[in-house]
Nanobody, 123 residues
Framework: QVQLVESGGGLVQAGGSLRLACAAS????????MGWFRQAPGKEREFVAY???????YYADSVKGRFTISRDNAKNMVHLQMNSLKPEDTAVYYCAANRIGAYKDSRDGYDSWGQGTHVTVSS
């Protein structure tokens, strides 16, 4: 089991940027698909983006063109660069690890999760 810790959340004005980080420990993530999910107050946790071990990426339509997911296997880390932020991006953002290489855009494929980091976008 890999341990994940997110950081980088905070308060930002609409149109601004944040860069989230996910630090992994206990096991290398070099052959895992890594994903970002988010959960707004009173709503279900939803898929945001993933990056495969071959660095294939995929994004939810709501963030495509604004967010960029990346990985640094040498540091055992994953990042989410968030630009042109909107109030509807306000949520707790979670990093997750997928060992099976399936269900990559679903919570079902991920068995390790971080504690989450809060992102608040003001209008």
């Amino acid at each position: 089991q890999v341990q994940l810790v997110e950081s980088g959340g905070g308060l930002v004005q609409a149109g601004g940027s944040l860069r989230l980080a996910c630090a992994a420990s206990g096991r290398t993530i070099s052959r895992y698909t890594m994903g970002w999910f988010r959960q707004a107050p009173g709503k279900e946790r939803e898929f945001v983006a993933y990056i495969s071990w071959t660095e294939q990426t995929y994004y939810a339509d709501s963030v495509k063109g604004r967010f960029t997911i990346s990985r640094d296997n040498a540091k055992n880390m994953v990042h989410l660069q968030m630009n042109s932020l909107k109030p509807e991006d306000t949520a707790v953002y979670y990093c997750a690890a997928n060992r099976i290489g399936a269900y990559k855009d679903s919570r079902d494929g991920y068995d390790s999760w971080g504690q989450g980091t809060h992102v608040t976008v003001s209008s």
